[in-house]
């Protein structure tokens, strides 16, 4: 699952050693850190993404929904403080929407709504 956090993007999967834990990757360090604070983080682990940690489900299922609670932001993007990161989101919605404008399914007459 990949979480798009305005302060770090983060790939989180099953830690294939503890079903009762969650493997978090990121790409840069302070992803781990500012979303998770003061956790041990592996370096280099031999994968594509740098850095990693690994947290229990439940605590992580708890960080993500305390993080959705404190949404005050009307607009993601513009909550980005960091501007490599900003600048990373900003393609990836602009990827997202060439994807929404390819959806054969919304040219479908079926989906169209009638007056």
């Known amino acids: ?3 798009c956090f305005n302060d770090g993007f983060l790939s989180a999967v099953a830690d294939k050693n503890n079903p009762a834990r969650l ?3 990121a790409r840069r360090k302070k ?3 500012n979303v998770f604070g003061d956790v041990e983080i592996i370096e ?3 994968t594509d993404y740098r850095w990693r940690t690994f ?3 439940k605590a992580f299922a708890a960080l993500v929904a305390s993080r959705v609670e404190n949404i005050k932001y009307t607009n993601f993007k513009n909550s980005v403080g960091d501007h490599d990161m900003h600048d ?3 393609k990836f919605w602009s990827m997202h929407h060439r994807y929404q404008e390819q959806d054969v399914t919304k040219r479908s007459p079926s989906n169209r709504k009638t007056k």
């Open 88 to 90: 990373l989101y900003l």
């Open 31 to 33: 992803d781990l850190l």
């Open 23 to 25: 493997m978090v990757r």
């Open 1 to 3: 699952m990949w979480l």
């Open 44 to 46: 280099n682990a031999g």
């Open 55 to 57: 947290i229990e489900r």
